[in-house]
């Protein structure tokens, strides 16, 4: 007998639908209400009882549900909190009472009022056993399921345990389980617990069952599937994740994807059969190998080079000129050789690339220059720095075999440029060095050569990329570690170092105005006027660039703008007089010419990474047995030419009037100045033979004469190198006369107009015409002259009496 009585229960409560969720009796849980009618309903009932009447809705999607829409039976509930939420949204905990049956909605607007009948059902003691044994198989039954399915919290089979109503009992069991809004709903509709429970029971054995086949499935696939069944299941899993989330077509889509990227990038016949077949490796991957994410990657290497994509290169000269005046001053020779170029380009479009190698010491504006270039040109700037490169592959790129491979720096600087045709500077490239990972430099011989790079082959990609396109512009501070082969490439143009008229220059032109607008000052707030500017040059700077001028300056328009606020001033001056307040005390002196001639003391110039500068050389005799001592830091180089020195006059001894055994007689001691820095260069040997010639015949050494030439045993003056930098540095001491090899003499026009039309040269080819520059009472020696016997001597007195007769008649010496 299934029931013995039943009781039925009548009343008006508000009715609240609910979209996919289905609440039991016994069931307490919060949810979000943000529909009007919800919020009106809940509203009515916590005027009154607290009760209301919650239903699911059919259709989820629904959202203004009709009395069709939504299940006949629902759970009266009560509602133990209300909690509004931001945009009109209300959070709502309710504790479920008991299943109702709709009898009739009795209202619809502004909310659902329905009639709710409960039914309650009572047992004859007959059935206790029978249900007893149905709980007792509910419960072994759920254990089971909570057991396989790995989704319900272990501690629940402690709360069911303790229940001892039988459609409680069922009432919370369906509420934990994972089941379909349909399936709670059909367990929901039945009021008999009995039948509730047996229904239960039955769903849960079948659910059951499903689970152990799917664990039963799991377990035989990982033991006896192989590699590409495991793929293949894998991949069907995938799928399904992916119809899930949307997205269809997984990799061949992606795959589709690259296709079309492919065809718009309109790639070479042999990048595309490439780009083709590593798609069709893809095809056959899962998404999660690792090989994928390499394929990938190559992929996206390729197709974001511009193979064929190009800025028009505007060829204007006089624009083109406009734009390096107003980047740079002086650089006379690259702006014209960059003009040479553009007109040759404008004649001829398919003119290769030159390689042009600007070569000069730091600060100068090599780096700048290439990047105005470029605006001149209107083609796209990448600087790349090769300082410390020392591993070929960072030129060619790594071979795919490797972890982490990627392409070289030069496929990498197109492919920031987006263009074949950029301008791309090569930075410092004679900093590259080589190790065991390759040569970095013979790398770079395919990159510069024009006859191989239209099919450049970067190791990574394996496909060749056309560079005839790309101007090379390379910059180095000293050619001498650049190797032979790539020098050979490219073209050498010398930035030497910049003159104090142009340093002056390009301050009041460029850098004042630059670092005044960078300190947020405007002109009428600070001037800084010429002299102290040539004062900061002198005193506080010493380079060939401009770098330590600009943060010179810089720091004066701090001091200036600390001063502006501090005082309230409007405006502050700078003049040589009052720089040092600025600066601080002077950081560098130059020597000035010496205020009488001396014995001994020669003035030689050299040339520094800085510039030029004077050297003066002291020679000292002392009694002894011939001994050379050195002092003063000299290099391997100064040492050799002393020692030239000393073989050239003991072999000339008695024509140049001094005791053939003074090598026996005396010690000599040659000094440099300023002993803790290291000096060295083939530029001092007539300078220091000069002094020695001084020391052992007494004639002092002219105070306003300075030379540079490197000496040969027989006296012959060897051609220099640095000449301007050198005659720069003599002009800034007050010097008036310069001795120079006879080979410089075409060096001269390097020099600016305004310091030539200052200076006297004397150009000589031996060194007994040095001598005769150089040194005071020399000029009618009738000794040395009638003991000079050969022709070749003969016409050495003539030369060195034509020298140092009337300056006007003077054949041998230029006066610009």
Known sequence: MIESNKAIKKQILPLLPLRGLTVFPYMTLPFDVGRAKSIK?????????????????????????????????????????LLKLPGDTIRVLVEGISRAEIGEITQTEPFFMAEVVEKIYTYDEDDKDEIEALKRSTLSTFEEYVRLSNKISPDILLTVNSIEDHGQLADVITSNLTLKVEQKQEILDEFHPRIRLEKLFRLMLKEIEILEIEKEINAKVRKQIDKSQKEYYLREQLKAI?????DRDGISGEVEEYKARLKKAEVPEEVENKVLK???????????????????????????????????????????????????????????????????RKLKSALKGPILCLVGPPGVGKTSIAKSIARALNRKYVRMSLGGVRDEAEIRGHRRTYVGAMPGR???????????????????????????????????????????????????????????????????????TIPRPLLDRMEVISLTSYTEEEKVNIAMKYLVPKQIKAHGLKKANLKIDEKAVRDIINYYTREAGVRNLERQIATVCRKAAKELVSTGKKSVKVTSNNLEKFLGVKVYRYDKAKEKDEVGVATGLVWTPVGGDT????????????????????????????????????????????????????????????GAIPKDGPSAGITMATAMVSALTGMPVRRNVAMTGEITLRGRVLPIGGLKEKVLAAHRAGID????????????????????????????????????????????????????????????????????????????????
Do not use: C
Not at 242 to 246: A, I, S, T, V, Y
Not at 626 to 654: H, N, P
């Open 737 to 816: 006369t310069i001795i120079l090899p006879v080979d410089n003499k075409k060096d001269i026009e390097d020099i600016p107009q305004n310091v030539r039309e200052k200076l006297k040269f004397i150009p000589v080819e031996k060194m007994e015409s040095v001598l005769s520059a150089a040194l005071v009472n020399n000029k009618k020696d009738k000794t040395k002259a009638s003991s000079m016997k050969s022709e070749d001597d003969k016409m050495i007195i003539a030369e060195e009496q034509a020298i140092l007769g009337d300056a006007d008649q003077n054949t041998d010496m230029i006066q610009q």
């Open 615 to 674: 050297l003066s050389i002291e020679v000292n005799l002392m009694s002894g047995d011939g001994k050379l001592e050195l002092t003063g830091q000299l290099g391997d180089v100064m040492k050799e030419s002393a020692r030239a020195a000393i073989s050239f006059i003991r072999s000339k001894a008695e024509q140049l009037g001094i005791d053939k055994d003074f090598h026996n007689k005396y010690d000599i001691h040659i000094h440099v100045p300023e």
């Open 410 to 480: 030069i496929i990498a600087a197109l492919k920031q440029a987006g263009s074949k045709n950029p301008l791309v500077l090569l930075d410092e490239i004679d900093k590259m060095s080589s190790d065991f990972r390759g040569d970095p430099a013979s790398a770079m011989l395919e990159v510069l050569d024009a006859e191989q790079n239209f099919a450049f082959r970067d190791h990574y990609l394996e496909l060749p990329f056309d560079l005839s396109d790309v101007m090379f512009i390379t910059t180095a501070n000293n050619l001498d």
């Open 41 to 81: 309903a809940l509203e009515e009932a916590m005027v009154n009882n607290q009760l209301i009447l919650l239903v699911t809705q059919k259709d989820a999607r629904v959202d203004s549900p009709s009395e069709e829409d939504i299940y006949r039976v629902g759970t009266i509930s009560k509602v133990k909190q």
């Open 278 to 344: 590593e798609l069709d490796r893809l095809l056959k991957m899962p998404s999660g190998s690792a090989e994928g994410s390499v394929i990938r990657t190559y992929l996206d290497w390729i197709l974001d080079l511009p193979w064929n994509k190009s800025t028009e290169e505007i060829i204007d000269l006089d624009k083109a000129k406009k734009i390096l005046d107003e980047d740079h001053y002086g650089l006379e020779k690259v702006k014209d050789r960059i003009i040479e170029y553009l007109a040759i």
């Open 242 to 246: 992916q119809n899930e989330l949307g």
